[in-house]
């Protein structure tokens, strides 16, 4: 057996300890990359971003690489669960912590806090995201023509708001939203731009969207970590008894699902048309163009053992006129919702998505919710 046949095996072997079975960063299952440096096992998404701070860390393949001796006894000696217990051992509860399903600029500002800048290795230390304002400019999408254009951006702890201004200077905000309803979420595909944020609130109980970017990848993260830091001091005023593992789920948090289905009116004599769905939490929202400002229409998905169902097909006698052929429909207790999909597994996926979320429980805020969308039919 050579020596490199035998460093491979030993990695294999260290590779079955506790925690080194998932990614150290992002959590992927099997990671096939190690940092010999650090003396941890990662995937190889977070490898290319562990590459991009080479002082710091020296990432190998495991089973393509040469690795020598002593780099085998330094991942044996270290490991996953140890480096974090270093280098997470205080990752404020708000601070976002990605996985393999997150974008790009998440991970790689993840990596980067944690090992470059060290951010989250000594326990009081005091950060960025918690100043309890943050004011500055992104690149904002115009509602109406699609340009981005700077735009001055002011969050405040005290206020609990987040403003925007169309000039640095200007007196009056264009828009003053509150914390408690904002939802923030990265959609670099979406937007057009790696680091493309989009930011969802309530206006006049309906919902809005903003898409805004900064060019500066560490920026942007701050931005959505500073909101986050903020929603969390809101929540522990209003719920002062509340727990953070309470608390945190009800901060920004990434849709359940989105994609393109067709749908028809509420008489169910309409065409059929094509629309861009969104599955937030109990919201499913629907637009004309996934970068819309606004939802044309909304769907409360209640619990069923309240009259909400969804299932494959739509009622006998319904004029399909549309191109794609895999029906839905919801019913809720004030009407039915049809739609069809492009493929059957498109129509199992959005079922499986629509089940578990009518088979949740819901809470106090979402029987709220519930009953404003029964004065909107």
Not at 96 to 111: A, F, G, M, N, S
Not at 180 to 188: E, R, V
Not at 197 to 211: A, E, V
Not at 323 to 349: A, H, M, N
Request: proline share 5%.
């Amino acid at each position: 057996m050579s020596a490199n046949e035998r460093a491979t095996r030993a990695l294999k072997e260290i590779l079955q300890k506790p925690g080194n079975e998932t990614c150290a960063d992002c959590g992927a299952p099997d990671p096939t990359w190690g940092s010999s440096s650090l003396g941890i096992f990662i995937c190889l998404t977070c490898s290319g971003s562990h590459r991009s701070i080479p002082d710091i860390s020296k990432v190998k393949s495991l089973t393509l690489a040469h690795w020598e001796d002593d780099e085998v006894q330094f991942m044996a000696m270290n490991g996953n669960e140890l480096v974090k217990s270093k280098y997470e051992a205080a990752v404020p509860v708000y601070y976002y912590k990605p996985t393999h399903k997150d974008c790009q600029v998440l991970r790689e500002q993840w990596i980067r806090a944690k090992y470059e800048r060290k951010e989250f290795s000594e326990p009081g230390k005091s950060y960025t995201y918690e100043e309890g304002t943050r004011d500055g400019m992104l690149m904002k999408r115009g509602r109406d023509n699609g340009q981005f254009l700077n735009r001055r951006f002011v969050l405040s702890e005290r206020e609990g708001t987040l403003k925007y201004f169309t000039k640095y200077d200007a007196k009056e905000p264009k828009a003053l939203i509150k914390v408690d309803t904002i939802n923030a979420t990265f959609q670099p595909e979406k937007i057009g731009n790696p680091n493309g944020l989009q930011i969802t609130y309530l206006k006049d109980y309906s919902t809005r969207n903003i898409f805004v970017y900064h060019e500066d990848c560490k920026e942007i993260v701050d931005w959505f970590n500073s909101i986050r830091a903020v929603q969390l001091h809101y929540l522990k005023v209003a719920f002062p008894g509340a727990m953070d593992v309470e608390l945190v789920p009800k901060l920004t948090r990434n849709f359940l699902k989105e994609g393109y289905m067709e749908k028809t009116g509420p008489r169910q004599t309409e065409g059929f048309k094509k629309r861009w769905f969104t599955l937030d939490q109990r919201r499913l929202m629907y637009f004309k163009d996934p970068l819309d400002a606004f939802a044309k229409g909304e769907v409360f998905l209640g619990n069923k053992d309240h009259g909400y169902s969804a299932g494959p097909g739509l009622p006998a006698g319904t004029h399909c006129n549309g191109v794609w052929q895999y029906g839905i429909t919801i019913k809720t207790p004030q009407r039915s919702f049809l739609f069809t999909c492009e493929t059957e597994t498109d129509q199992q996926d959005w079922l499986k998505h629509f089940n578990d979320v009518m088979n949740a429980p819901m809470s106090p805020q979402e029987y709220t919710m519930e009953s404003t969308f029964k004065h909107k039919y």
